[in-house]
């Protein structure tokens, strides 16, 4: 299986919802990234976890909150968002090893609509 | 930081023509340089990659250079399909770090 899926596919909410990003990869992969991707503009970097543990969060928000329930599971929870947060979520995973090169595969992304 | 500079943004080529988009790169300890594909409504697909020992790599229609000295790689697509058509992003990474650094994009367009 060399596949990460991503649920849902679409998602709009408002402003005072609570919703959920799901993410799935049965690679063996220890490490896993959410990106944020707005249209025509390359994917930004939000976090990364690694062997289940938080290891980047590049200043994102609080109304974002990330979760690694196990190695293979990544969770987006979503509280409060704004409009401009309206935007694709990428999933990813890869090989966390030090000395290697990893190759990040990803997901085919929420597209999220806060409305 | 790493800041990785891509251009063309835009390009259209006729169909069976060549392509060829160009990365530039500030960081020398970066050492890994994937190119993605992105269609529309997808993730971003790794279609090859680079590692900086290797001046040239090749997947059928596809081929990367490298640079390492003047810090600008490539990317080659021969024989243009009208499924060539995408979004395609460049990348820098350094081994032992998680961020990618990505390329501003280059829509492709090949006209059948």
């Known amino acids: 299986d060399t596949e990460v899926t991503q649920t849902p596919k679409h998602l709009v909410m408002g402003m005072t919802n609570k919703k959920s990003l799901k993410c799935e990869q049965h690679m063996g992969h220890r490490a896993m990234y959410w990106y944020k991707q707005k249209a025509k503009k390359p994917p930004e970097l939000m976090f990364v976890?690694?062997?289940?543990?938080?290891?980047i969060n590049e200043s994102v928000p609080s109304r974002f909150s990330p979760e690694c329930p196990n190695s293979s599971l990544l969770n987006l929870h979503l509280h409060a968002l704004q409009p401009e947060d309206s935007a694709l979520y990428l999933c990813a995973s890869s090989h966390f090893d030090r000395g290697y090169d990893n190759e990040q595969f990803f997901g085919p992304g929420t597209r999220l609509t806060v409305l | 930081g790493e800041n990785v500079e891509q251009h063309p943004s835009t390009l259209s080529v006729q169909e069976g023509d060549s392509a060829v988009i160009k990365c530039t790169y500030s960081d020398s300890a970066s050492n890994y340089f994937p190119w993605y594909k992105q269609e529309l409504g997808k993730g971003p697909q790794l279609i090859i990659d680079?590692?900086?020992?290797?001046g040239e790599k090749k997947d059928q229609r596809i081929a990367v250079t490298l640079n390492k000295t003047a810090k600008h790689f490539s990317l080659h697509i021969t024989e243009t399909q009208p499924e060539d058509s995408a979004v395609y992003f460049c990348?820098?990474?350094?081994?032992?770090?998680?961020?990618?650094?990505f390329g501003t994009g280059t829509r492709l367009t090949v006209i059948p």
């Open positions: 990348a820098a990474h350094q081994t032992g770090a998680n961020n990618l650094f």
């Open positions: 976890y690694s062997y289940e543990k938080l290891s």
């Open positions: 680079i590692r900086s020992n290797v």
